[in-house]
């Protein structure tokens, strides 16, 4: 099973826009996420947020580049940023990202 945190052990169920891209050789990229209103900055969870945590079988890839988006001191927003560096890297995000948009119903549009 497929899934995001913001805090060890706390799905977030919010799903997130995702948008890629990718230098032209191919060799690094970025994924760049943005929840609406996730469940980890509701009053109601109260979690402190310590990176972004893509969990699946294979095990977990993580950022540390998080950032709250509030409107009128309220929370409104989380956005994460994914650099992977190599061909490897991206591969495996992929597979995440494939296992991810399969169990939440997300497509794919390219620009």
């Known amino acids: 099973?497929?899934?995001?945190?913001?805090?060890?052990?706390?799905?977030?169920?919010?799903?997130?826009?995702?948008?890629?891209?990718?230098?032209?050789?191919?060799?690094d990229g970025t994924a760049t996420f943005y929840f609406d209103k996730p469940k980890a900055l509701s009053e109601d969870e109260g979690v402190e947020i310590t990176g972004m945590y893509m969990v699946d079988e294979e095990g977990?890839?993580?950022?540390?580049?998080?950032?709250?988006?509030?409107?009128?001191?309220?929370?409104a927003g989380i956005e994460a940023l994914f650099v992977m560096k190599n061909q490897v890297e991206w591969d495996r995000f992929m597979r995440f990202m494939n296992r991810y948009a399969e169990q939440n119903g997300l497509g794919f549009t390219k620009s």
């Open 1 to 27: 099973m497929a899934h995001i945190e913001f805090a060890r052990g706390v799905v977030e169920e919010i799903i997130p826009d995702v948008r890629l891209t990718r230098s032209p050789d191919g060799l």
């Open 60 to 75: 977990e890839l993580s950022t540390r580049e998080v950032k709250g988006k509030f409107v009128d001191g309220k929370p």
